[in-house]
Every structure is written in structure tokens, then in C-alpha cells.
């Protein structure tokens, strides 16, 4: 199958490892990975803000740079949960209703990593090896606007060597939120004491999530505290094998 790689601002900027280790992943379950080099930011962060206007623009480009791809991919819930659950209602509320149903075209094509692997390829052992006590944190985006439910659970308990940890109210918000955790610093850092509390309660080595913005949130935390726990995303896991030591993103 040919696959293009919609790689996320925060990945491509700060966690280029994350969009290396979807491709690795994928390539070595024996498929092509493309990836459109027009890409940019998909609208998220605008919309979310308040700026859906702003961001109309942005869903045209994202329209135009994957229209053509037959399966889209990100390591995203968040992002993900943009393109099919925003981009279509920002064009039509826009008045574009020929880019609106474009964007619905684009979005049924969209899937986030575990959605792909477990709905599309119907492969949930991957071939990982990762000899880490791990716990896993299911973002929001992924939990209640994409709905993955139990998804990259699934894929994370075939993963050989590895511990799985079940982290106590692990549906509860890390407090990131995007711009949330700027304009409501105190709610929010509350909200990450609280979510490190139960990540470092589990004794994990790592946390692991499907978002690298909540693990930038969790991971900024933890390093602040100088706590040994460290936050590898669901890819990086995925990715790793016996080979490579199984050591992908253990920081």
C-alpha cells in the first residue's frame, strides 16, 4: 500500500524521530511511505484559538497537498481529530462548499497510527521488541474526538519484552490543551502534577502516548523533576525491534 505521511507541525519541528519511526514502521511491514513536501500546518491550533477564518486557508493548502494520496497517516490524534472533524465544517461555514466536500474526501482517507494499523492493514503484532516497564496515557483528542478506544493498547500488548503498566485515571486530561496550557498556566500545571503523580506511581520507565504534544507536556514535567520516567511516543515503540536493542526513544 502507498502511504503518505501527513507529519504534524510539533513532529516535523521539534520530534523529527516520531515521523522517522511511522515510516520505518511502516516500510517494514511492507509499504510505501510518501511524503508531500508542501505540507504545512493543518489549521488546528487557529481553529481551536478562535481564528477559523485564518484557518480556511490552511484547509484549502492541506486539501491541495493531499488530494491525490489513496491512504493518509499521522502520529497524531489531535491532529487527526482536525482534518476529519473540522476541516469540512470550516470550509462549508466559510461558504466553500466545493473545498468542503473536498476536505471530506481528504478526511476519509485520514487515519491516526494505531487506526491504521489495526483498521486498515488488521495487524496488531507489528514484530516490536522494547524491554521497558511502560504505561500508557490515551490523549484526549484521540480518546474523544477520534475515538481509538483500545487500539494502541492492543498494539502495545503484543509488543515483545515489554511491561504494560496500567496508569490510574488515565483518561483524565494531562492539562496540555494547546493553547490551554499558555492562557491557564495554574489550571494546567495542576492538571500535569496530577498526571505525573499517576504516571510515576506505576514505577514505568516510560509513558508512552499517541500525541507528541502531550508528551512534550508530560515530558517537560518529569524532566523538571528529574524523575527517571521519560516519554517516547507510540511510533517509537512500534518501531523498535530486537536489532535495534529496542532502545527508539529512551531518553
Known amino acids: 500500500m502507498r502511504i503518505a505521511l501527513f507529519v504534524t507541525c510539533l513532529v516535523d519541528a521539534l520530534y523529527p524521530r516520531v515521523g522517522q519511526a511511522t515510516t520505518e514502521l511502516l516500510e517494514r511491514l511492507g509499504h510505501e511511505v510518501v511524503f508531500p513536501t508542501g505540507q504545512t500546518c493543518c489549521g488546528q491550533m487557529h481553529t481551536n484559538t478562535g481564528y477559523a477564518r485564518e484557518a480556511v486557508g490552511l484547509v484549502r493548502h492541506h486539501v491541495e497537498v493531499f488530494s491525490d494520496a489513496d491512504v493518509i497517516v499521522t502520529p497524531s490524534g489531535s491532529c487527526a481529530g482536525s482534518v476529519r472533524h473540522q476541516h469540512a465544517t470550516l470550509a462549508r461555514d466559510a ?84 493553547t490551554f496550557a499558555v492562557k491557564n498556566a495554574p489550571t494546567s500545571t495542576a492538571m500535569l502534577a496530577d498526571k505525573m503523580r499517576h504516571v510515576l506511581g506505576t514505577g514505568a520507565e516510560v509513558a508512552t502516548a499517541g500525541d507528541a504534544s502531550c508528551l512534550m507536556h508530560i515530558g517537560g514535567g518529569l524532566t523538571r523533576l528529574r524523575a527517571a520516567t521519560r516519554t517516547v511516543h507510540l511510533a517509537e515503540i512500534l518501531a523498535s525491534t530486537q536489532a535495534g536493542g529496542g532502545r527508539a526513544g529512551v531518553r
Open 95 to 178: 461558504g466553500d462548499d466545493a473545498l468542503a466536500r473536498r476536505a471530506e474526501a481528504v478526511a476519509a482517507r485520514t487515519y491516526e497510527l494505531s487506526e491504521l494499523l489495526v483498521d486498515v492493514l488488521g495487524v496488531e503484532d507489528v514484530g516490536a521488541y522494547y524491554p521497558h516497564r511502560v504505561t500508557y496515557h490515551p490523549t484526549c483528542h484521540s480518546l474523544r474526538v477520534l475515538r481509538v478506544g483500545d487500539r494502541p493498547l492492543r498494539l502495545l500488548r503484543q509488543v515483545a519484552g515489554m511491561t504494560l503498566l496500567e496508569l490510574p485515571e488515565a483518561e483524565t486530561c494531562c492539562g496540555f490543551g494547546g
